[in-house]
């Protein structure tokens, strides 16, 4: 990687710690073969899908339960070493990375769902459990869990980032649908966070505290989450506009009249191309808004007749109904594959994603000004977005091997997370920070708060062992 | 007061620190008639709404801005000296007191609603604000701020102890609701711990971890709430039922089903009685439910159908009607009075009131054996409940100069909090933990989570000058 002058593509000075021949014995007398040093198995553990490559981690331990978990963390703070905690390895921000060393941790084999309390609208599961394995679990019950952040990510992965996603709009995010965490600390103990209640002022919210805290405190071992009826009626809606900036503020119109929208996302004409060339689809190639709505029949016909007449004010047309669940599914299987159909656009190449939230009355300013940037850039892109929570993600398609491709991409995204904070955002709705947007963070919260979280990372994790190196700087 | 054998009324034993003179002059200096150490200005802020009974502190600070809280605190901690923030006396739980001695700093004059920004559905306000000034502020907008505690608490104080009350079954709490805080610090610093952005994933959620922190963190100087469009439709109904089983198994059902009632509360026949005679009504001596509904005309008439046929199911009689703002005024207006008719309904009593909070699917068993409990107790009391939520209070009645009624009362709390937990919920739902709950808090979550909250208050409070002795022993 060449020298590059952004800060937010240069990953932080740190030396990477020697992990003790002795930790590694002592892990494989207590896991046996379920503690690997293979290089394949390393490796495969020591990268995510940032675009950042560092050596990977000396072991990966297989955890099976919250013992095998806090043995193996006891253990490594025992030597003073790193560990890592690994779901399903879609991290977009450099998470899983061993940039200091250290152990991995995979959880993905604690894929318990253990209780489903269908009454109470909760369920409690192991986090390597996918969002995907809560849905089939629960939906016999007539439940379902909404949080849909694309990937089929490991539940214990998305309360680390505080994933959102496509339904975020209505359902909120992982801070608003976490109850209460089973964590193993730094010291290997085992301690639980809340009850199943829904609500609670007992003391300080270590649930939240946790929830978006990157693996940099604990690592979580049981997870409960909130759920929710099926909706009685579900209605799906694909919408095209001769311009972005109509589809913006379509969206914009629709959260300020407070209608309970399901999901509005927005996907730009080079998204629609690149989806069109993966998917066998045959979608027209302009911007577009993909709708769902969720509620009684009655319900579901008047928020898709009033969201009509908004878009039709701004020039929508083809206004495209999927009422079944499989017309659903595919076009949802569209929009989560816009990465993976951006990738596969420019072979070889990686994604650098931006993922700036503002306040929904600054989006159009924020994204207009940010596509023609990035037009101008001759970087090719795609465009996503959660839109009507103010979030959108631009994927650059950089060649890893081209530096200058990088810093271009680097400093569109310097520009538009500038431009995200000047109109009261964030650099990040849901990716979280990782090696990324460490830079960014601070200017994005001050000085003040980022100590505020180094003080209490350094009181809860005094050697620093909890996934070093992640948010921000020791 | 008797030497109690129960622990939760047990005020912990703790040295009332010396005020330093050198800090009242300073103190007085700085501030100036601001500064009162008057005996009458002292008591009002060394009491709340708790039935305990400690020394008042040593000086009252009047503050105006950020800027006078951050020089308040900076003198106290250079004295080590505690300070209790203070904005209107409405806590249930001795969150006020000065047990330890200190200054109290009064933010009931930081009243200003410092921006609306109506297209995004925020409002930033300073912490003495009181929750029905914020809606006086933003309704001409067409918005409204949904969390309703009942008192016309500050919005400071219901960030600190994560206030919820009659709405939160559709709304959520203050825990949802505050999007970003202004914090000084426990060194006098001035921080900010979000931006206006509706979601985040920027480091760890200070946010929540001041949220319900009852001042033991910092004290809060702005505040960012999130805000709502007024329902199009509004129309709620008082429904009677032959027993307090019948009324909480129509709610669990109402719940169950997810239709999306805003406001659902149980007040039993004593509340009805006291009310009838506080506030000259003349409503039907049974259990009843007093609902409201929000959303479009058809939704509302489609949620009030739904929740009819239930009702009816369980025997609910007479559906009475409020739909006009005047009628629904009364009736939410009775049912907030509950706290002042009990108090009044027993001259001279103070009320110690339960908190706890169950799953939806424990509500009948938890509330159903305690009613018998207290029935059989002696002991005057209400029970009113937010009981979407599985929240509920009992108020019981209690003569303070009789140590046995006291006894009794805490006696029936101690069960009732036991079979709470025992059922999977919490010690406190609304009303934090403040002196009263400190031992259940343990019980609730253990060692392992309080030491962590400790570990944290050691670390950003390391001199122990922010309200000390609420939440937990140092």
């Known amino acids: 990687m060449n020298a590059p002058t952004h800060a937010s593509h240069v990953l932080p000075a740190v030396v990477q710690r020697i992990t003790p021949p002795a930790l590694i014995d002592a892990l494989k007398e207590r896991f046996g073969e379920r503690c690997s040093t293979a290089l394949a198995v390393r490796e495969h553990h020591g990268k995510d899908e ?12 297989f955890a099976e339960s919250t013992a095998d978990v806090a043995a193996a963390v006891k253990l490594a703070a025992q030597y003073k070493t790193p560990v890592i905690p690994f779901g399903v390895g879609s ?39 996918t969002r995907k394995a809560v849905n089939e679990a629960v939906k016999s019950e007539g439940l379902f869990f909404p949080i849909d952040p ?5 539940i214990g992965g998305m309360c680390a980032t505080r994933a959102s996603g496509t339904n975020a709009v209505r359902y909120g995010t992982m801070r608003e649908n ?4 089973e964590i193993v600390t730094a010291s290997g103990e085992v301690i639980r966070t809340g009850t199943r209640a829904k609500k609670s002022s007992a003391g300080y919210d270590l649930t ?25 009626a579900i209605s799906a809606a694909v919408c095209s506009f001769s311009s972005i900036e109509a589809a913006v503020r379509t969206t914009i119109q629709i959260i300020q009249m407070g209608i309970p929208i399901a999901r509005v996302e927005l996907i730009d004409v080079n998204s ?3 989806v069109n060339a993966y998917s066998k689809l045959s979608l027209a190639e302009s911007p577009m808004l993909l709708m769902e709505f969720h509620g009684s029949p009655n319900s579901v016909k008047e928020q898709a007749e009033l969201v009509q007449e908004i878009a039709s004010e701004h020039g929508g047309t083809s206004f495209d109904w999927a009422t079944t669940p499989e017309a659903r599914t595919k076009l949802w299987t569209a929009r989560h594959n816009t990465y993976f159909a951006g990738v596969q656009s420019k072979p070889g190449c990686r994604v650098i994603s931006t993922d700036t939230c503002v306040p929904i009355s600054r989006l159009a300013d924020c994204l207009l000004e ?7 850039s001759g970087i090719p892109y795609f465009l996503v977005g959660h839109v009507g929570d103010g979030n959108f993600h631009f994927g650059y398609l950089i060649d890893p091997n081209n530096p200058q491709e990088r810093e271009t991409a680097e400093a569109l995204n310097d520009t538009l997370v500038a431009r995200a904070l000047r109109l009261e955002g964030t650099c990040t709705g849901e990716h979280g920070v990782g090696l990324h947007k460490m830079d960014f963070l601070k200017t994005e919260t001050g000085l003040g708060a980022v100590n505020m979280m180094r003080t209490i990372k350094h009181a809860l994790d005094p050697d620093n062992i909890m996934n070093p190196g992640k948010i921000f700087s020791w």
Chains 1, 2 share one sequence.
Not at 100 to 128: F, K, Y
Not at 150 to 154: C, F, L, P, R, V
Not at 370 to 376: G, I, M, P, Q, R
């Open 50 to 61: 940032s675009s950042f490559t560092v050596p990977p981690p000396s072991a990966v331990v």
């Open 91 to 129: 991290s977009l921000e450099g998470h899983l990375l061993a940039i200091q060393g250290g152990i991995s941790i995979d959880v993905s084999r604690m894929n318990h769902v253990l209780r489903v309390n269908a009454e109470d609208l909760t369920v409690t599961v192991q986090p390597g459990v």
């Open 150 to 154: 694309g990937a089929d990510a490991s």
């Open 178 to 181: 976490v109850l209460a965490l």
């Open 208 to 232: 939240r505290l946790m929830v978006g805290s990157e693996g940099t405190l604990g690592v979580m071992t049981e997870i409960t989450l909130r759920l929710y009826p099926l909706p009685e």
């Open 272 to 274: 629609v191309r690149m």
């Open 370 to 376: 940010s596509v023609a940037e990035a037009d101008a």
